[in-house]
């Protein structure tokens, strides 16, 4: 399976993401985002970072550079767009998923692990996967999801809402929702579910021995889930 | 000409930096104030002599890129 990870100036997930699909099957190429070309992929990530130094709103510069063109024509064709983190951002500023990410609402930037509970598995990125809790990572100043009411209706309708911050057990309540986000939301699909966007990182979870194993699970799903 | 636009959160958007700097202010003895609110100022110099014609431009720019209309509203001011 043949993935692609874009490399904007300024991101800095690009590697762990090459080395976290690298380590479960993926042949991943990374793509300069000044290219007009994607090459052929089953899966494109654009990965965590501070894309432009997150000048005039995080993400918004990245959402407009050549590359994205064709990542936009991938994600409208049907193609499998994964942001994570910064990714994610640029996700929102380019209308592929709804909504934008705000400034954490204690103005702090964190960095901690977290749990989220999956809301929906009937989707390439989920499905068949035996948890429906996992331990991610997250490193964030403006992760605090936003959208209006009527947005949120309709996410909430087409059941795009990914997954929620929660407890180790899957609670999802206030006190474990790190930066304010609108209903606990960590991460969303656009409708059809071939793009997610999330905060928190799976890539930082592939090592049992430095983190966790959760994002090995993960990834291992996926590629599963994509052949 | 030059065209200025303000970009301003909406109503109903948190805006924690705003909060911040309202408890700063009262802090520093500034008590009367009920509410601040945070936005950004671009100053605009468009090669273009129309007035209409330059705002028309920057309103362009405001909703494709300058602004996040989700979240925020713009004002355009001729100033120049």
Sequence with gaps: MKSSVITFPGSNCDRDMDVALKKFGFTNKMVWHDDNELPKSDLVVLP????????????SMASKSKIMQSVINFAKSGGLVMGICNGF??????????????????????CKNVFVKLDNKENTYFKNLNKDVLEFHIAHNEGNYFCTKDQLKEIKDNNQIAIYYCNSEG???????????????????????????MMPHPERMIDESLSGEDGSLFFKNLLNNIK | MKVSAIITLKKDVLDPQGKVIHQALDGMGFENISEVRQGKYFEIDVNENDPSKAKAIVEDMCKKLLANLVIENFKIIETQ
Excluded: H
């Design chain 1, 48 to 59: 965590g970072g501070f894309s432009y130094g997150d000048y005039l709103r995080c993400g």
């Design chain 1, 171 to 197: 609670k999802i309540e206030d006190q474990y929702n790190p930066n304010g986000s609108i209903k606990n939301i960590a991460g969303i699909f656009n409708k059809e579910k071939n793009v997610l966007g």
């Design chain 1, 89 to 110: 951002q640029i996700l929102v500023e380019t209308g592929l998923v709804p909504g934008v990410l705000l400034r954490n609402k204690y103005l702090e930037f964190i």
